[in-house]
Every structure is written in structure tokens, then in C-alpha cells.
């Protein structure tokens, strides 16, 4: 880190590694919270160059990892604002983004089918969550940040990740009809 914050001669290998360490988890963090991937590679970019920006200010206090994702969280978040007040009524589950994944002897059909309803029925409940309720989800389930690194992300308490995330399950699993576990 330190030697892409002086620019010194390993600068440049120093930042390829952080791309490509990071780049694809947050591409798939932020697909995931926006719902739109387009806006999530934009936001990707934009995340580096904020980073590289504020390296200089880069205090470790928590993980790197944490620091990163805290940058586009808070980018996500404003990019949902923005949207949210130029189109009212626009949904983040968008049907024309679903992939085809074609048969193979090893997979049947159905099972193909079956697999690609779980995801379209996860993708559209996680999509009518709050964004708060689906970054906590996200950052634990997809990503495995602890509650401390979700908190020093997204700007809460421990306490608070934890009660986002108890409710984001409870709604969850009631939208899924899982039934009430927890």
C-alpha cells in the first residue's frame, strides 16, 4: 500500500494487483445492490479512481478490503438516490438481464430450470428490499464481512447490522414463504 500512496517504481504493480483483487467482488457486490450492471461497472471504475484519489488520506484502521467497499457503498447509495429521484417508479429487477445457460449432458434441463427460478426468485425479493436491508445481506452472505467490517462500511453500529439483518432474513424468508426460523 504504501508504495501505491509515494507512486514510487512499484506503483503501477501495486494497482494492478488491487484491481484485480477487487475488481470482479465489486462488480458482483455492486450488480447485486443496484440491479443494474451497467451502472455497477461505472461504479466500479468510479470506486478506483475515488481510492486512488484519497490513498494519501488512507488511514488502516479497519481492512483495506473494508475501506473499498465503504467507497462504493456510499457511491451505490447515492447512485440509488439519483435514480430513485429522476424515475419514481423504476423497478431494480429487470427481467431482460436474466442469462441463458444452455443444457448439458451433466445438467438436465429442469435442473438448469429450477436453479435459474431460485436466483430470479432470490434476485427479485433482494431487489424489493430497502437498500440497507440488501447491503447487510450482501456484504454478509455474498461478500462474508463480519458485523464490524459491515459497520464500518455501511456507517452503523454492530448493533445495528444486526438488526438490519435479522429483519432483511425475517422478510426474506416470509417473501419466499421459508416460513419464520429466527
Do not use: N
Not at 62 to 75: D, E, K, V
Amino acid at each position: 500500500m504504501a508504495c501505491v500512496q509515494a507512486g514510487g517504481p512499484g506503483a503501477a504493480d501495486a494497482l494492478e494487483a488491487l484491481l484485480a483483487r477487487y475488481h470482479r467482488p465489486l462488480q458482483q457486490y455492486l450488480d447485486r445492490l443496484l440491479g443494474d450492471p451497467e451502472a455497477a461497472a461505472d461504479l466500479v471504475q468510479e470506486t478506483f479512481l475515488k481510492m486512488i484519489g484519497a490513498l494519501p488520506r488512507y488511514q488502516p484502521r479497519a481492512r483495506f478490503s473494508t475501506w473499498l467497499y465503504t467507497i462504493a457503498h456510499r457511491l451505490a447509495l447515492d447512485f440509488l438516490r439519483r435514480r430513485r429521484r429522476e424515475q419514481r417508479t423504476s423497478s431494480l429487477d429487470d427481467p431482460a438481464r436474466a442469462g441463458f445457460e444452455p443444457a448439458s449432458p451433466e445438467r438436465p434441463v429442469a435442473e438448469i430450470a429450477l436453479d435459474r427460478v431460485t436466483r430470479d426468485d432470490i434476485r427479485a425479493v433482494l431487489s424489493r428490499l430497502s437498500p440497507e436491508h440488501r447491503a447487510v445481506i450482501l456484504l454478509h452472505y455474498f461478500e462474508g464481512f463480519s458485523y464490524k467490517e459491515i459497520a464500518q462500511t455501511v456507517g452503523c453500529t454492530v448493533g445495528t447490522v444486526g438488526s438490519r439483518l435479522h429483519y432483511a432474513l425475517r422478510a426474506v424468508r416470509r417473501e419466499l414463504d421459508l416460513g419464520e426460523t429466527a
